[in-house]
């Protein structure tokens, strides 16, 4: 019986493999190792469930389950979705900086799913929100997330104003940190040429290895 239940929870705790840092705390891992050994299946899974929530503060599961399901969208849709509706019923509890994030990251893999007009809604969300917060990357990507999936007038709008917030963000950057922003895959959908800067990366100024590791945050949008 206990080895049909730990293979029937393998995939699941595959799932927290990137909370195995935290999952090594060994009181709280004691607890679920009990559940497991002496509980039933639902019982262990609501024992990993609140020991992900209890030690992961910034609600990262969210956000992964979201990213995932952008990912599996287009070759397994079922999972896709349920990913999905795991993502969305944590919403309610998420702080708005987090919740933001979700909405966005759902709104890709609904783009992902072929399912514009819910990405569309999704994404007006984010931007209402990020507007009134000043959470000006988020809008950035979500601007640039509706240029992709808008045409005629709302398209221009958004690549206008997403424009303007790019270059916002390069203003004032070393030009290897302009570069590294600039490259990001959803800026492509605003058509912001990075032409002038590309020589910085002909001559060697900046790795492929540093493009993949730098990062610029807005000063002015730390989390509430």
């Known amino acids: ?51 992900v929530y209890v030690l992961d503060p910034e609600r990262y599961l969210p956000m992964v389950q979201a990213l995932l399901a952008r990912a599996e969208a287009s070759t397994d849709r079922g999972a896709a979705r349920a990913l999905m509706t795991k993502a969305k019923a944590a919403l309610p509890d998420l702080p708005v900086p987090r919740r933001t994030q979700v909405q966005l990251a ?18 007006r969300t984010v931007l209402q929100t990020a507007g009134s917060r000043g959470f000006r990357l988020v809008s950035l990507e979500a601007r640039s997330l509706m240029a992709n999936i808008t045409d005629k007038e709302e398209q221009k709008t958004h690549r206008a104003v997403g424009q ?33 800067l590309d020589s910085l990366d002909d001559v060697g ?20």
Do not use: C
Request: hydrophobic letters at 50%.
């Open 164 to 196: 303007e917030l790019a270059r916002d963000f390069t203003n004032g950057l070393a030009p290897d940190m302009a570069l590294a922003f600039m490259r990001r895959p959803f800026l492509k959908y605003l058509d912001y040429p990075i032409t002038a």
């Open 1 to 51: 019986m206990l080895i049909l239940l730990a293979a029937s929870l393998a995939l699941f705790v595959t799932g927290l493999l990137p909370y195995r840092h935290v999952l090594d705390q060994d009181a709280r891992l004691a607890e679920v190792l009990a559940v497991i050994e002496t509980g039933t299946q639902g019982e262990a899974r609501v024992a990993l469930d609140s020991t």
């Open 205 to 224: 100024e900046l790795s492929d290895d540093d493009l993949l590791e730098t990062e610029v945050a807005p000063k002015d949008s730390a989390p509430d």
């Open 106 to 123: 759902l709104a890709w893999a609904l783009v992902a799913l072929g399912e514009t007009a819910a990405a569309q809604q999704m994404a």
